[in-house]
C-alpha cells in the first residue's frame, strides 16, 4: 500500500508540474491579448489603461530577461557540470515562455491594427462635412457640433467602444492645415497619450515622434 502511493507520488507531481506549465505558458500567451481585447473592443476605465500599459511593458521586459536568463543559466549549468537533459529542459522552458509572449505581443499588434483601420473610414463624411463648411463660409467650423445638420446628420463615432470620440481642434498656423482630426489610442508610454491624426494638409518638418499612415499620421503630441 504504501509502496504503491510512493510510487504514485512522483507521477501524480510530475503531472501536476505539467498542468502548472500548461498554464504559465497560456498565460503568457494570452493575458496581454486579452487587456488589448478590453482596451480597443470595450468602454475602458483609467484603471483599465493603466493595466495595459503595465502588462505591455512587462511583456517586453519579461522577453529580454527571458534571453539574459536562459543564457545564463545555460551557461551556469553547463559550467556546473549538470547533465545535457537537464540543460536542455531549462532552456526548452525558457524558450517556450519567451515566444509564449512574443505570440501574445504580436497578437495584440494584431487586434489593435484590426480596431484601428476602421478610423479613417469612419471619419471621411466627417472630413467632408468640414471641407464643405469651408467651401460655404470660406473658413473651418469652431467646433464639430456646427456641422449638424446642415452638413452632417450626426458626428460619426470612432468604432472603438473604449475611445469612441473624434477630437477636433483649430490650428490657425499659417502655411500649414488649419484645423485637424485626433483619435486618442492607448499608449505605452504612462506619462504621454498616442494619436492617430487627420490633417488635411500634410505638416512638413514634423519630428521623429511622428508616424505618417496615408493621410493618418501617429503622434504622441
Not at 98 to 113: N, Q, T
Not at 163 to 168: C, I, K, L, R
Request: glycine share 6%; hydrophobic share 45%; charged share 15%.
Amino acid at each position: 500500500m504504501n509502496g504503491q502511493q510512493t510510487e504514485a507520488s512522483p507521477k501524480l507531481t510530475t503531472k501536476r508540474r505539467s498542468h502548472i506549465w500548461v498554464v504559465w505558458i497560456g498565460l503568457c500567451m494570452s493575458l496581454l491579448p486579452a487587456l488589448t481585447l478590453i482596451m480597443f473592443l470595450q468602454p475602458v476605465s483609467h484603471t483599465a489603461c493603466f493595466l495595459w500599459q503595465v502588462n505591455f511593458t512587462m511583456s517586453l521586459m519579461a522577453m529580454g530577461l527571458c534571453l539574459l536568463v536562459g543564457f545564463a543559466l545555460g551557461i551556469t549549468y553547463i559550467y556546473l557540470g549538470k547533465t545535457k537533459s537537464e540543460t536542455f529542459r531549462l532552456l526548452a522552458r525558457v524558450a517556450a515562455t519567451f515566444v509564449a509572449i512574443l505570440v501574445g505581443v504580436l497578437i495584440s499588434h494584431a487586434i489593435e491594427r484590426f480596431a484601428t483601420q476602421s478610423i479613417p473610414l469612419r471619419a471621411q463624411p466627417l472630413i467632408y462635412a468640414i471641407s464643405a463648411y469651408e467651401l460655404k463660409y470660406k473658413k473651418p467650423p469652431a467646433k464639430l457640433q456646427q456641422l449638424v445638420p446642415e452638413f452632417i446628420a450626426a458626428i460619426p463615432h470612432t468604432g472603438m467602444p473604449g475611445f469612441p470620440h473624434f477630437s477636433y481642434r483649430l490650428l490657425g498656423v499659417p502655411g500649414q492645415s488649419e484645423w485637424e482630426l485626433r483619435v486618442q489610442l492607448p499608449s505605452v508610454d504612462m506619462f504621454e497619450p498616442e494619436w492617430r491624426v487627420f490633417r488635411p494638409v500634410k505638416v512638413t518638418g514634423e519630428t521623429s515622434n511622428v508616424m505618417q499612415l496615408s493621410d493618418w499620421t501617429y503622434t504622441t503630441k
